[in-house]
Nanobody, 115 residues
Framework: QAQLVESGGGLVQPGGSLRLSCEVS????????MGWYRQAPGKQRELVAG???????NYADSVQGRFAISRDNAKKTLYLQMNSLKPEDTAVYYC?????????WGQGTQVTVSS
């Protein structure tokens, strides 16, 4: 059974930066497509950024140019570098691992952007 553990969330001022991490165990990490999702209060969960097993990346329009997703297959860890944070980036951020019909989620980490 896969386990995904996010870390790195917190409170940051507008314009600041955070780096989220997601440590994965229980699966062959390098085979999985990975993604960061977020869910703000009263809103649906949305894809923020994704990275395939071939390191191809995609981003939501709202974070393009500000966020960067990366992975370290040796460390079985997914990252999300978030720069120029805005109040509207406030949400719980979730890590996802997907391969075919299999999909696993982490417990989430809170990111709050506020002055």
């Amino acid at each position: 059974q896969a386990q995904l553990v996010e870390s790195g969330g917190g409170l940051v001022q507008p314009g600041g930066s955070l780096r989220l991490s997601c440590e994965v165990s229980g699966v062959v990490f390098g085979l999985y497509h990975m993604g960061w999702y977020r869910q703000a209060p009263g809103k649906q969960r949305e894809l923020v950024a994704g990275i395939t097993s071939f390191d191809s990346t995609n981003y939501a329009d709202s974070v393009q140019g500000r966020f960067a997703i990366s992975r370290d297959n040796a460390k079985k860890t997914l990252y999300l570098q978030m720069n120029s944070l805005k109040p509207e980036d406030t949400a719980v951020y979730y890590c996802n691992a997907a391969l075919g019909p299999r999909s696993f989620w982490g417990q989430g980490t809170q990111v709050t952007v506020s002055s």
